[in-house]
C-alpha cells in the first residue's frame, strides 16, 4: 500500500491511497469461492458451479463489497502510518478501480488543529458575588402568593398590579397592522409585557371607557417593520379586576412543594432554594465568561466538521425548545442561524481537550460527588438520585465531564487577573448576555 498526503489548507488534507492490485483480486476470488459453495445456478448441482460462472453472475457484486471493505481498512491503517487525526468522516472518490490494475482513490477530510495555548495572565475577568437578603426572599414569597391570587372584578379605575380585560387595535399611518389586535384580552398593569407606556395610559380607566394612546415601539422591536416607528392603539376596556391574596399558611406552602407549618419554616426553605439558584447561576456565568475570554485570546482554525455537527445539535434543540415535536425538520431550520454559536462551542470544545491534555488534568472524584449531591438536593429523595448517578457509567461520566471543565476554568482563573464585584439577587440570576451579541456591542462602541 502506497500513501502521499497533500495539504489543501490549513485543515484539509488530501490523502491518496493505492492498494495492489493483487490485494484486491485475491481477497474478490476467495469471496467468490465462498459464495461457490452455496450458490444455485439452474444446470449444475451446488458447489459444482465453474468459477469462471460464479465470476460471472457475482464478480462484479463481490468487488464492490471488496473494494468497500479494503477503503475502510487502508484508509485507518494510511491514518495510524501518517499520525493523523481526522475531524470527521473523509470524502472518498476512486481513481482507478479498474480489475487488474492498483486500486487508486483519494480520502479528503480535515484534522485537528495544533494548538499551542496563548498565556492567560493577562487577561482580566469581573467575577460576581451575591448573598440572598431577607428583603430578597420576602420578595420572593410576595411573588409566589401572586402566582395563586384570585380575581375578583372590581368598579374602580384600574391601578398598578390590577388586572384589565381589554380590547385593542393598533394603527400606523392610519392603517391597521398585522398582529395589532385582540380582543378579551387579560393584561396585568406592572407586568411589562407591552410595549412602553402601554400600561402606563391604561392606569385610572374603568370598565366601559375608550381612548387612544399613541405610542413608539422600541427600536430593537423583533419585528423590523414595527421596530421604532409611531403607532396610535385604540383601546376599550371591558373589565378591571383585583388580586385577591391566599392566605401563607401550610396548604399554600404545599402547592409548592414544601412541607412547612408556619412563614418562618416557608422563608428557610425557600431561602436555601434561592441561595442554591444563585450559586448556580454565578458559577455559570463565571464559567461562560472564562471560557469566552480563552476563545479571545487563542485563534484557531475550527474543522467544517465539526462545526456542521454543532450546527445540527443546535437546530434540533432549537426545535425541542419551540416545541416543534416530530412533525418539524431540524434541518428546515437555516444553518447561518447557529453557526457562530456553534463555532465558538467547538472552539471552546478544542481548547478545553487541550488545557486537559497538556494539564494531564482528570476529575476529582471528591469534587464529582460534592456535584451529585447538590443536584441531588433538588429530589425529594437525594440518596436515590447519588447512588443512581454512581450506579450508572455513563451518567457518572457525563459527571465527572462537567467537573473536569470546572477544574479547566479554575486553573485559567488562576492565571488570570480577577476582581469581585457584589450584585443583587436579580443581577445575578439574570442570565449572561450571549457572547455574539456583547462583540456587536463592542463593535458599536469603537
Known amino acids: 500500500m502506497q500513501v502521499s498526503v497533500e495539504t489543501t489548507s490549513s485543515l484539509e488534507r488530501q490523502m491518496t491511497i493505492t492498494v495492489p492490485a493483487a490485494r484486491i483480486e485475491d481477497d474478490v476470488n476467495s469471496r467468490l469461492k465462498q459464495t461457490a459453495r452455496s450458490a444455485r445456478i439452474d444446470g449444475f448441482r451446488p458447489g459444482k458451479v465453474p468459477f469462471k460462472v460464479i465470476k460471472r453472475r457475482y464478480g462484479k457484486g463481490a468487488r464492490e463489497e471488496v473494494l468497500g471493505e479494503v477503503i475502510q481498512h487502508t484508509f485507518y491503517e494510511a491514518l495510524t502510518q501518517e499520525k493523523l487525526k481526522p475531524a470527521g468522516g473523509p470524502s472518498i472518490e476512486a481513481k482507478n478501480d479498474n480489475e487488474g490494475e492498483d486500486f487508486q482513490y483519494v480520502a479528503t477530510f480535515e484534522v485537528y488543529p495544533e494548538i499551542e495555548l496563548a498565556d492567560f495572565s493577562g487577561v482580566e475577568v469581573v467575577k460576581e458575588a451575591s448573598e440572598v437578603s431577607e428583603e430578597d426572599i420576602a420578595k420572593m414569597v410576595e411573588v409566589l402568593q401572586k402566582q395563586h391570587a384570585e380575581w375578583n372584578v372590581v368598579e374602580k379605575a384600574a391601578e398598578d398590579g390590577d ?74 376596556i371591558n373589565s378591571v379586576s383585583s388580586p385577591e391574596l391566599p392566605e401563607l399558611n401550610a396548604e399554600l406552602f404545599a402547592k409548592f412543594g414544601v412541607n412547612a407549618e408556619t412563614l418562618d419554616d416557608f422563608k428557610a426553605e425557600i431561602g436555601k432554594n434561592m441561595e442554591r439558584e444563585v450559586k448556580q447561576a454565578l458559577k455559570g456565568k463565571l464559567k461562560t465568561k472564562v471560557l469566552n475570554e480563552l476563545v479571545k485570546v487563542n485563534t484557531i482554525d475550527v474543522p467544517k466538521s465539526l462545526v456542521d455537527g454543532e450546527v445540527d445539535r443546535l437546530r434540533e434543540q432549537a426545535v425541542q425548545q419551540f416545541g416543534g415535536g416530530a ?39 471528591e469534587r464529582v460527588q460534592e456535584t451529585i449531591a447538590e443536584m441531588a438536593q433538588t429530589y ?65 462602541g469603537e
Not at 407 to 431: F, H, N, R, W
Open 163 to 236: 388586572r384589565v380585560n381589554l380590547d385593542f387595535e393598533g394603527f400606523k399611518d392610519g392603517e391597521a397592522f398585522e398582529g395589532g389586535k385582540s380582543e378579551g384580552h387579560d393584561l396585568v398593569l406592572g407586568s411589562s409585557t407591552m410595549i412602553p407606556g402601554f400600561e402606563d395610559g391604561i392606569v385610572g380607566l374603568k370598565a366601559g371607557d375608550e381612548k387612544e394612546l399613541t405610542l413608539s415601539f422600541p427600536e430593537e422591536y423583533h419585528a423590523e417593520h414595527l421596530a421604532g416607528q409611531e403607532v396610535v392603539f385604540k383601546i376599550k
Open 327 to 365: 412533525d418539524m425538520d431540524p434541518k428546515a431550520l437555516p444553518a447561518e442561524l447557529f453557526t457562530e454559536q456553534a463555532k465558538q462551542r467547538v472552539s471552546i470544545g478544542l481548547l478545553v481537550a487541550e488545557i486537559i491534555a497538556s494539564k494531564e488534568l482528570k476529575a476529582d472524584p
Open 380 to 444: 425529594e429523595q437525594p440518596q436515590e438520585v447519588i447512588d443512581y448517578y454512581n450506579s450508572n457509567k455513563e451518567q457518572l461520566s457525563q459527571i465527572e465531564a462537567l467537573v473536569l471543565e470546572d477544574q479547566v476554568v479554575d486553573s485559567l482563573l488562576a492565571e488570570a487577573k480577577v476582581s469581585e464585584v457584589v450584585v443583587g439577587y436579580e443581577e445575578a440570576i439574570k442570565p449572561a448576555a450571549p457572547e455574539a451579541e456583547e462583540n456587536v456591542e463592542e463593535e458599536k
